[in-house]
């Protein structure tokens, strides 16, 4: 979808674009009783005030909002004049207190660390996440405020992680975005913060309609962590998640690459350029910019330069190494420690290798602007770009744009940029070797090589800019409404089970196809125990009976349960999903030969989750395998059920095998074998008038979807669904079938 489209689309769904973010892309500066804007530094500022700036001339949205926490007393704010903004701001003054414990606390004391690999430094306090619950709530009750329907709201990064639910909770129909700019962490790492914590904070994430991280990776991890802690599936990225999809996918962040690349033509940006080098005579620049923080880590890239020039005693004052670090969170203790740690590393490496006229270090802890940061990319021989983790790092990107005449990227292979960046030299932070080979490797690298990687990258980052990933992300939200929109699943009301009823009189031949446990009967604690009463098998008996009804009964169950109970009744039988079937006055046929040697290898696992598991039990099929835990302690019964999940996804890779996460039960059964396919024969050797598909859990969906453009599908109870229909209880299936019999 192009942004012409987008512009179409909007213009009839939404107004006003609404950005929310820990805090305003501005600072207020007063001098003389006169406030004026200064703007804040940071990627995210950056960025988009590059796409506000392009995107004021196709006015697409009539209005956008910026909403963030105010880092000035509100006083201040009543001075200024707002109206030469390209967006309007609407800050949120919250308690000092409050923020100070919801920010400095939970969110860079425990969540920082967490998903940047660090636990060792993560603070786990109660009344850190108690105060960050209600900052974001006061952040949702200020949205509230303002949001009108048809707005997009999008919110910003793991300051907020509870507000897109907060938001769900009182507006239904709101259409939400969310992006995360740091890395969602492995479920390993996830799964330390305590679990009222991380339920909420999925809870949280799941009230979007989208959610964006900057790598497949993260992507990943988070689609885990939904399964692991709520036990929600996904399938293709998208989650069903209640009574809608949401889905999770990919956006990484780009940068304003024109912007940069032409600023190789601003005379102040030369002007710099020519007096680093006139500084640095015949030497080769080696050149890093960072925020002061642990997971920079450069206090490593310190000691993989040292040992470049242990190892390389030749370049000894023909390189140096400009050292750029940004203050940053100087409230907290552990950035303080860092600084402290970094200068002091400075200052053995450039005691121990400087000479009368060269150091080998150029240490700089300030701010830096943008002529000058350009002017130093400009120059950089090389760009020594290595955090120990990073969501995306956008100066790595920044150094490929500014590099036209020459210059090559090494690059950390944790940060998120080195899925785009292929062809820097990447590699791994904490290995001081592998640094030092790479700095060797760089600054002898062919010209021609370097231009050649230089302009596969330029040409990468020119075409997904900024620009291209704002587009990309509204895009794609919209186009998740609309899905949602047309999935919107209708409750059978009256009028409709009406109209149902009288299209099934009307046609001369019905194919009726009918799930089993959940359908027509409710769930039992032992599968034996759900045996059809007299009045169900009766009221099945008179609508097989009838001449141009072809009934079906297509179950999970086994096929000498099903042939038992239903012996006298002329019905097709479909067991363990569609492996065999029997229809009316035939023997069961199976449907293909079925490997089952893969029994034995998973049955021990499985024994050892019923041990772990009191009440639990495992059910052999002749196709199948089925781990019971309907009767274990509702809490433990979840938790067992998802790491026996995790443990069969790694056990049945590359096999032909299934895995099927159903209501209080986990199957394992053969590939290619499922409800859908078996349906759809069926349905194929008979030419019918009427058909309808009732089920109640996620093996329905295959034939949901398998037959969603011939038959009448409704799904039983709560919970999103391919299904046309939906009922609230298996119940009403009896009461329309009794219609039918009628």
Not at 198 to 204: A, D, L, P, T
Request: aromatic share 10%; net charge neutral.
């Amino acid at each position: 979808m192009n942004q012409e489209s987008l512009s179409k689309m909007t213009e009839s769904t939404t107004s006003r674009l609404i950005l929310v973010s820990n805090r305003l892309p501005l600072q207020l500066v007063e001098e003389d009783d006169k406030v004026t804007i200064k703007q804040s530094d940071g990627g995210l500022v950056t960025a988009l005030k590059s796409y506000f700036e392009e995107e004021s001339t196709k006015g697409t949205f009539q209005q956008k909002i910026w909403v963030g926490a105010a880092d000035f007393p509100e006083k201040r704010w009543l001075k200024l004049d707002q109206n030469n903004s390209d967006f309007k701001v609407e800050p949120l003054f919250m308690d000092k207190k409050i923020y100070n414990k919801y920010y400095n606390g939970f969110c860079n004391a425990t969540i920082w660390p967490l998903f940047h690999y660090v636990p060792s430094y993560v603070v786990y306090d109660q009344d850190f996440f108690e105060n960050y619950e209600l900052a974001n709530q006061l952040f949702a009750d200020h949205l509230l405020k303002i949001i009108k329907p048809g707005d997009t709201i999008w919110i910003h990064d793991y300051q907020l992680f509870l507000v897109p639910g907060l938001i769900r909770e009182k507006m239904p129909e709101a259409t939400i975005g969310f992006f995360l700019h740091i890395p969602f962490p492995s479920f390993e790492i996830f799964r330390l913060l305590h679990r009222p914590w991380k339920e909420k904070i999925i809870r949280g994430l799941l009230g979007a309609d989208l959610i964006g991280f900057h790598t497949h990776e993260y992507v990943q991890h988070f689609l885990k962590s939904v399964r692991m802690v709520m036990g929600y599936d996904h399938q293709y990225r998208v989650i069903a998640f209640e009574n809608r999809i949401v889905k999770a996918d990919l956006f990484p962040l780009g940068i304003d690459f024109k912007r940069f690349n032409s600023s190789t033509k601003r005379p102040a940006v030369l002007e710099a350029r020519n007096s680093i080098l006139k500084n640095f005579p015949k030497k080769k620049i080696i050149f890093s910019v960072d925020r002061l923080d642990y997971t920079k880590g450069v206090t490593h890239r310190l000691s993989g330069y040292e040992r470049f020039l242990t190892l390389h005693p030749e370049w000894l004052e023909k390189v140096v190494f400009i050292l750029v670090v940004v203050p940053s969170r100087q409230i907290i203790s552990k950035y303080n420690e860092r600084r402290k740690l970094i200068e002091e590393q400075v200052g053995s490496i450039n005691g121990k290798y400087s000479t009368l006229s060269w150091q080998p270090i150029i240490y700089r802890y300030s701010q830096i602007d943008f002529d000058e940061l350009c002017a130093l990319y400009q120059t950089a021989d090389v760009a020594l770009i290595t955090p120990l983790r990073d969501g995306m790092n956008l100066v790595a990107k920044e150094y490929v744009a500014c590099a036209v005449h020459q210059g090559v990227l090494i690059l950390s292979e944790l940060a998120g940029a080195a899925n785009e960046l292929g062809e820097a030299l990447q590699v791994n932070p904490m290995d001081a070797n592998e640094v030092a080979s790479a700095i060797h490797q760089a600054l002898t690298m062919p010209l021609a090589e370097q231009l050649y990687k230089l302009n596969s990258m330029q040409k990468r980052l020119s075409d997904y800019d900024v620009v291209s990933w704002v587009n990309d992300f509204l895009n794609q939200l919209l186009e998740v409404k609309n899905q949602q929109h047309s999935e919107e699943r209708k409750y059978v009301t009256s009028s409709i089970r009406k109209e149902i009823v009288r299209n099934f009189r009307q046609a001369k031949t019905r194919n009726l196809l009918l799930d089993y446990d959940g359908t027509l009967v409710p769930f039992a604690r032992y599968p034996r125990e759900a045996m059809p009463d007299k009045n169900l098998l009766k009221l099945l008996a008179t609508l097989g009976s009838d001449t141009r009804n072809n009934l079906t009964i297509i179950s999970g169950r086994d096929a000498s349960i099903l042939a038992e109970w239903f012996k006298d009744v002329p019905v097709n039988l479909v067991a363990e999903h569609g492996a065999v079937i029997k229809r009316v006055q035939q023997d069961w046929t199976l449907e293909r030969e079925i490997d089952q040697s893969w029994k034995p290898l998973l049955r021990p696992t499985l024994e050892m989750f019923t041990k772990r598991s009191p009440r639990s039990f495992i059910e052999e099929k002749n196709h199948t395998l089925a781990w019971h835990y309907r009767n274990v302690e509702p809490e433990l019964g979840f938790i067992r059920s998802r790491e026996l999940l995790d443990s069969l996804f790694h056990l049945i890779r590359n096999g032909q095998l299934q895995v099927i996460d159903g209501n209080k039960v986990i199957e394992i059964r053969a590939a290619g074998i499922d409800k859908g396919v078996a349906a759809k024969k069926l349905i194929d050797e008979t030419n019918s008038d009427f058909i309808l598909v009732v089920g109640d859990d996620k093996t329905d969906e295959d034939m949901f979807r398998s037959l969603a453009d011939r038959a009448l599908t409704i799904k039983v109870g709560p919970g999103h669904s391919s299904a046309k229909y939906s009922v609230s209880n298996q119940m009403e299936i009896i009461k329309l079938l009794h219609d039918f019999a009628e």
